[in-house]
T-cell receptor
Framework: AQSVTQLDSQVPVFEEAPVELRCNYS??????LFWYVQYPNQGLQLLLKYLSGSTLVKGINGFEAEFNKSQTSFHLRKPSVHISDTAEYFC??????????FGTGTRLLVSP | ETGVTQTPRHLVMGMTNKKSLKCEQHLGHNAMYWYKQSAKKPLELMFVYNFKEQTENNSVPSRFSPECPNSSHLFLHLHTLQPEDSALYLCASSQEGSYEQYFGPGTRLTVT
């Protein structure tokens, strides 16, 4: 079974500053990890995913995440955020196909 | 139209009304989902359909009735709803065996 914890419910940051959204996981089986993003008044979309291979995963809109097995983490990072990055970010566990559990997410608030 | 579309985008209904939400996917997928997103609550998976067959029903009250006439269309029929049913209802689709789900923009439902 796999579970994840998003450590922050809200992250305020100024425009052009770097940001890290934290996600820790625990799993007794193979690890599949995802970040989804939900912009205001929109549905969710896949930002990036780790299934296997390189531990540094690059996603859309300049985001990247690193799978760290020793720290059981999959934190999302961006070196310089824009106002348009204001959104809700989800790191759902993967209990199986079609069983993603999205949780409450982390709200990223970017201000000028 | 591309991706996943949902109509209407906004709906206000009384507790005695009957209405339907519509979802259509233009991606050739064979699995479709209904989710409920309430303020400050985790995203809840309601129903899953694979090849038009319902494979998941997460203890959803009978006042919500899904219908999947083919792999491209999904409906959610609503009747005698309660004010606590007010939420954003999201539809998603995926290819069987895929990790990625594609979401529509949602229908914002208000029950008065």
């Amino acid at each position: 079974a796999q579970s994840v914890t998003q450590l922050d419910s809200q992250v305020p940051v100024f425009e052009e500053a770097p940001v890290e959204l934290r996600c820790n996981y625990s799993s007794s089986v193979s690890v599949y990890l995802f970040w989804y993003v939900q912009y205001p008044n929109q549905g969710l979309q896949l930002l990036l995913k780790y299934l296997s291979g390189s531990t540094l995963v690059k996603g859309i809109n300049g985001f990247e995440a690193e799978f760290n097995k020793s720290q059981t983490s999959f934190h999302l990072r961006k070196p310089s955020v824009h106002i348009s990055d204001t959104a809700e970010y989800f790191c759902p566990p993967f209990p199986g196909f079609q069983k993603l559990v999205f949780g409450t997410g982390t709200r990223l608030l970017v201000s000028p | 139209e591309t991706g996943v579309t949902q109509t209407p985008r906004h709906l206000v209904m009384g507790m005695t009304n009957k209405k339907s939400l519509k979802c259509e996917q233009h991606l050739g997928h064979n699995a479709m989902y209904w989710y409920k997103q309430s303020a400050k609550k985790p995203l809840e998976l309601m129903f899953v359909y694979n090849f038009k067959e319902q494979t998941e029903n997460n203890s959803v009250p009978s006042r919500f009735s899904p219908e999947c006439p083919n792999s491209s269309h999904l409906f959610l029929h609503l009747h005698t709803l309660q004010p606590e049913d007010s939420a954003l209802y999201l539809c998603a689709s995926s290819q069987e065996g895929s990790y990625e789900q594609y979401f529509g923009p949602g229908t914002r439902l208000t029950v008065t």
